[in-house]
């Protein structure tokens, strides 16, 4: 996710377009840059790694002159993030220039044509490729600015908000969107582009949200003209803000956490994108390309992480030795790394973490590459420590999570590391055809599903509020669901602050029934599945020593309504995806309890984002 920024107008533009990337940094942080047209003639361009404020230090007292001028604050997704990378990103000659927040998926088929036309490019990103697919309808077809991003974006797949100015027509900017964000905001005599009204609700009020395949001639003179890809005229509808500024970078939401709860449809669908398709039947994971007979042929696995993400490789050990017949390790990074652990050449490590950065990772990761393993990466920060010293490996592309914990980071590291055992199974012969295509099915109707499930949260709200006051919690599951047992308890404990623990179902017999009483809520996962009449078993185990039991149950499920106090029904899927869906539940019930508990939802006490101490 990436954040754009655009002005034009009677103000000078870089004071709006320095603060209005501000305002947008939450949605991405790795690089910033500017444009601002003076006239014709002088375009200045600023570009630099890391944050705004750093961008603002290299400009110093260069010239920021001129009052029409587009910005953008990058989250990187293809390219690292460096100087080169980061955007605005212009054309051949200079005189187009463009800001983008999205994905070009087939900007590589683009790109090879565009070469043989002979144009070069300086950059490893997408949004170059269509900067140059502009200029290159511009000039040979010789129509308008607005024409040539118009007919170029009928060529394009993907998602796509931008903003392209151009030398020759100084008072305009050409804005479209297509899956990502853009707001307008009509001043007297003034506009502003932004990816979410963040940036312009402090000078006014009266803002067009772009529809999808709309583009928007926002013109100095002439003022703001919008048509359909397909050139049909649209009249703008302005309409009032009413969000305060605090609330807006929150998309609405109190916390971020909530918002990135209900970003999950849009993070996993993101972290499929272009990966998978059920009607054609292919899994394509680029980032592991090279490496699949590796791990096709790796004696063992071994998936070392922290927290969250260990929970999910906890996940990820049930996918590879079910779907790939690969045996798998999963380690606590910081237990690994001081065990003296034995490490062969034709093992395979996995990192997943969500910052890339983790302390305890990095060092587990360099003493498994001092012995010649293979080393993969399940990350969601592109360019991140853990990225750069992997062999390879695959991004999560969750887009920033900004809430401590850990919510679309999860299942969306779930989602690849499934996409990642079903290729490996392919290739090993291990899952039959009709499974792979009933989970690539499955796959692709996580996003609706996971939609459906959010529908549920005034529901679930109400069954955190019985909850709120409890001291202890238990959380059950068994098979591939005891690590979403594990990940529920911590998502608790961690914004709550109350107690909680995480068990094998199975296990409830030797030892921890004792804790059970009328005041212990006991969330069970007790979905369709192998395990079903074991954990109903359980459940009555519970409920005859007076425990409350909160159940998660497949849509349409009689037998545990019937015993457990609570039930939260999740739409049905291969159970191998169960984990994924059955986690939304957990992350609701955690974070409605804190919010009634008053607690720092998206900055608990004592907790950090990424741990980069030991
Ligand atoms: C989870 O909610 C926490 N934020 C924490 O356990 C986190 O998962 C852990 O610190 C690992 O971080 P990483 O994924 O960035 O490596």
Known sequence: MCGIVGYIGNKKAYPVLIKGLSRLEYRGYDSAGIALLENQDKLNVYKRAGKVQDLVDYIGDSSTEGNVGIGHTRWATHGLPNDTNAHPHFSSDGNIMLVHNGIIENYDIIK??????????????????????????????????????????????????IAVICKDTPDKIICARKSSPLVIGVGEDEYYVASDATPIVEYTKNVVYLEDEQIAIVDKNNGLRIISIANVEVSPYIQELELQLEELEKGGYEHFMLKEIYEQPRAIHDSFRGRLNASEGWISLGGIKDYEEQIANADRIIIIACGTSWHAGLVGEYYFEDLARIPVEVEYASEFRYRNPVIRKNDVVIAVSQSGETADTMAALKMAKAEGATLLGIVNVVGSSISRITDAGSYTHAGPEIGVASTKAFTTQVTVLAMMAMAIGKKRGTISDKRFNNLLIEMEALPTKIEKLLKSNDYIQGIAEIYKDASNALFLGRGSAFPIALEGALKLKEISYIHAEGYPAAEMKHGPIALIDEEMPVFVIATKGPHYEKVVSNIQEVKARKGKIIAVVTKGDTAVREIADHFIEIPDTDDVLVPILATVPFQLISYHIAVMRECNVDQPRNLAKSVTVE
């Open 112 to 161: 090879k044509e565009l070469t043989k036309r002979g144009h070069s490019f300086q950059t490893e990103t997408d949004t170059e490729v269509l900067v140059h697919l502009i200029e290159e309808v511009y000039k040979k077809s010789g129509v308008s600015i607005e024409e040539a991003v118009r007919t170029s974006l009928n060529e394009v797949h993907g998602a796509y908000a």
